[in-house]
């Protein structure tokens, strides 16, 4: 199993870019669908995009489309997340896992990173 340390959460006014990053161990990483995930406070835990094992194709959640970017370098067994034109609702905790299979919004891994906090303000 890989273990997953998320940073790069902050505050950031409305319209704003923030780049998340998903530190991996393990020399396995390159082997999985990648993805983030996140949760605001009341809220289920949502899926945000995913990535194929190359890098090569993405997908995403219906709600931040076209505002963010994910994307992975494997040989840092990293995976990142650039969120452009923040707004208020996308305040929350967010997570990296790896996906179940490619296409699938659904965590592979029972165990969570600690996360990194994202607030957007009005």
């Known amino acids: 199993q890989v273990q997953l340390v998320e940073s790069g959460g902050g505050l950031v006014q409305a319209g704003g870019s923030l780049r998340l990053s998903c530190a991996a161990s393990?020399?396995?990483?390159?082997?999985?669908?990648m993805g983030w995930f996140r949760q605001a406070p009341g809220k289920e835990r949502e899926f945000v995009a995913g990535?194929?094992?190359?890098?090569?194709?993405?997908y995403y959640g219906d709600s931040v489309k076209g505002r963010f970017t994910i994307s992975r370098d494997n040989a840092k067994n990293t995976v990142y997340l650039q969120m452009n034109s923040l707004k208020p609702e996308d305040t929350a905790v967010y997570y990296c896992?790896?996906?179940?299979?490619?296409?699938?919004?659904?965590?592979?891994?029972?165990?969570w990173g600690q996360g990194t906090q994202v607030t957007v303000s009005s």
């Open positions: 990535i194929s094992w190359s890098g090569s194709n993405t």
């Open positions: 393990g020399r396995t990483f390159s082997s999985y669908v």
């Open positions: 896992n790896a996906l179940d299979g490619w296409g699938s919004n659904t965590s592979l891994f029972d165990s």
